[in-house]
């Protein structure tokens, strides 16, 4: 059974930072091989994407997080990272890490990041 678990999440100030991380174990095939992404659900609303890194390390963000969020990915250590600078309240939001390979796709269970003075 895969397994995705993120960690690095709480709460911060306004303009603050944070690194949240996400490892992967129990994978059929070596992490290199996946596409890794994170998404967010803020309350009340749907979860949507916010940035991926394809195994050639190609990296695609969402406009609202562009400039701000840098991800990144250790393929040794089997994590994938999302540096968050700037932060601001709309930010506010469970993060969920996501990989895939073809057809097949697993879900973290999701880290919550508050923003908030």
């Known amino acids: 059974q895969v397994q995705l678990e993120e960690s690095g999440g709480g709460l911060v100030q306004p303009g603050g930072s944070l690194r949240i991380s996400c490892s992967a174990s129990r994978l059929a095939y070596d992490l290199y091989t996946y596409t890794m992404a994170w998404y967010r659900q803020a309350p009340g609303k749907q979860r949507e994407f916010v940035a991926t890194i394809t195994p050639r390390h190609s990296t695609t963000y969402s406009d609202l997080v562009k400039g701000r969020f840098s991800v990144s990915r250790d393929n040794l250590e089997n994590t994938l990272y999302l540096q968050m600078n700037n932060l601001q309240s709309e930010d506010t939001a469970v993060y969920y890490c996501?990989?895939?390979?073809?057809?097949?796709?697993?879900w973290g269970q999701g880290i919550q990041v508050a923003v908030s003075s």
């Open positions: 996501h990989i895939h390979r073809g057809e097949t796709e697993y």
